[in-house]
């Protein structure tokens, strides 16, 4: 790109960040390829984990009548989401942290 070509709003977005981030403490790390790998390994594996705890939601839910049991049923739903969310978070950091 010349210095006379305009900038994207992507690249005058990511200058002010650049920025920003030089007067901070912020330090930017490039991953290696086996990171990333890993990464998207962890991010797959919590994806699947999502889909089949809804497919199982879904049919508990359906075979519950009861607006307690179904109240139960979403709670449970929700806990193990986050849950898995939380353990998919820890793993993706242990690996940026190198570990």
Wanted: hydrophobic share 35%; glycine share 4%; no cysteine.
């Amino acid at each position: 790109m010349s210095k006379d070509a305009p900038k994207s709003a992507v690249e005058l977005v990511m200058e002010r960040l650049k920025q920003q981030d030089a007067g901070t403490d912020v330090e930017t790390t490039t991953l290696t390829d086996e990171q990333k790998e890993a990464i998207a390994a962890a991010r797959r594996e919590y994806e699947a984990k999502v889909a089949e705890a809804e497919i199982l939601f879904s049919s508990k839910l359906a075979a519950a009548f009861e607006p307690e049991v179904r109240q139960e049923l979403e709670a449970n739903h929700r806990r193990d989401l986050g849950q898995s969310a939380s353990t998919r978070d820890r793993k993706i950091a242990a690996i940026r942290k190198g570990q």
